[in-house]
């Protein structure tokens, strides 16, 4: 294959297109174009060990410069990809410089909400989102200093976790009436929510979001849509993320709440490719589209797109999986909630390790697992099979959930 792959985006999937193109023995030119100033990284660690000091930016990256060297691979960065000329196959960078493709993968990823109230653009404002943004935190985010997180997603939770060891004093706010209230079931939501209060962290649900940031020049302070003022050293926003759609939109492909492809990771258009974060994407276990943000989805559709490239087209059908590190805790969620009836919890909170199985009737289709690998593995594999369960037996702890398992997916 003497073909010219362009890769717009150097991030999670991107690195992971070209380390799978080449291992499916992809031998044409592959361009990989940045606008971040690091080689394609892990995001993750960002919110919990390297905000905490405790990883160096070295171990971020997903393979080290020289990788890219001998599997040739041309890695653009701190360069963007400004527009697609798709009927001419090329694509435009910051620099002015065309590239041809014969394939196109748009690997462009998500970009944060922000957040319009007034004062938001005060110095010691913050966002998590890259490796410069956990820089620029790092002079405020010192012991003793007052730290007001707005949004208690995972994201803003885990801040809470490393912040509050750290030797801050920590304030999240939210609007809804739970923590993490779009992704776990108000069982684990109390979970989490006394596990920060007893670690220091002042939890407030059910804000007003139409607070106000104070200060002359840096943050000083919050006032609350009722008046109370908050000091404020620093504040962190993290209420969400968007996919990057805005090169592919300009360039007439279609997106609606992503790039939309299908299980191959093809757009409507016949030469582009799209892939992570930025795609909205059919799910044949799941009977349904969706977008996710999640460095396993980024992964597998990036090995499903080189597989599209190679020749080998094998449709992308994954059970979505995240997990989340606070404290001691690991949580491990599979498949998605949303559809559910009931939840059954085994296993105690008070020992810090339990699991929340979510039902629709008898089908089992997620799964919250604090400190519970065994149940995470397992559960993995009975929703992508659509296993099912008397919730009665699920919740007896007296049953051992590995034989549970064995027979729900023998049956
Ligand atoms: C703080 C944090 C913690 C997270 N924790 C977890 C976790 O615990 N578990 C989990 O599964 N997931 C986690 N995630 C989510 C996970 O990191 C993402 O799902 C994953 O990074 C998606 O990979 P991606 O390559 O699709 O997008 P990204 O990683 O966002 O990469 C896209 C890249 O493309 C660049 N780009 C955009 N437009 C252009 C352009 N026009 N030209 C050139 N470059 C461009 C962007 O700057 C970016 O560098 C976390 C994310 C963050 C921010």
Request: charged share 25%; glycine share 10%; net charge negative.
């Amino acid at each position: 294959m003497s073909e010219k792959i362009v890769i717009a985006g150097a991030g999670h999937a991107a690195g992971q297109v070209a380390v799978s193109l080449r291992q499916g023995g992809f031998s044409g030119t592959i361009t990989m174009v940045g606008e971040e100033a690091y080689l394609p990284y892990q995001r993750p660690p960002l919110s919990k060990a390297y905000l905490a000091g405790e990883m160096e930016l070295d171990r971020l990256l997903i393979r080290q410069q020289k990788f890219y060297d001998e599997h040739d691979v041309d890695v653009r960065l701190s360069t963007r990809v400004e527009s697609i000329d798709a009927a001419n196959r090329t694509v435009t960078s910051g620099g002015g410089e065309v590239l041809s493709y014969d394939w196109l993968v748009i690997a462009t990823g998500s970009h944060v909400r922000r957040v319009s109230i007034p004062g938001s653009d005060l110095a010691g404002v913050h966002y998590l989102r890259t490796i410069d943004d956990v820089r620029a935190m790092q002079p405020d985010f010192q012991p003793g200093k007052n730290l007001i997180i707005i949004g208690a997603g995972y994201i803003g939770l885990e801040v809470a976790a490393v912040a509050i060891k750290r030797g801050l004093r920590v304030t999240v706010r939210e609007m809804a009436d739970r923590v993490m209230n779009r992704v776990v079931c108000p069982e684990v939501s109390a979970f989490f929510e006394r596990v920060h209060r007893e670690a220091g962290v002042d939890i407030r649900c059910n804000r007003n979001p139409n607070s106000e940031l104070l200060g002359d020049g840096h943050v000083s302070a919050l006032r609350a849509a009722d008046g109370t003022e908050f000091p404020a050293d620093m504040v962190c926003i993290g209420v969400g993320v968007l996919p990057t759609t805005d090169i592919a939109e300009a360039a007439g492909i279609k997106c609606d709440d992503g790039v939309l492809v299908d299980e191959f990771c093809r757009t409507g258009d016949p030469h582009i490719l799209a892939v992570g974060d930025c795609t909205n994407h059919p799910n044949s276990l799941l009977g349904r589209r969706l977008r996710l943000e999640s460095v396993h989805n980024a992964q597998e559709q990036a090995k499903t797109a080189a597989a599209t490239i190679c020749g080998q087209p094998k449709p992308y059908a994954q059970v979505p999986w995240f997990w989340s590190d606070q404290y001691d805790l690991k949580l491990q969620i599979v498949g998605l909630t949303g559809e559910h009836d009931q939840v059954v919890l085994r296993g105690d909170p008070d020992e810090r390790s339990f699991a929340a199985f979510y039902l629709a009737g008898d089908r089992l289709i997620a799964v919250d697992a604090i400190n519970r690998p065994r149940e995470f593995m397992l559960s993995k594999k009975l929703i992508a099979q659509g296993a099912r369960f008397d919730p009665e037996i699920l919740g007896d702890t007296s049953l051992d959930f590995k034989e549970l398992a064995t027979a729900a997916l023998a049956a």
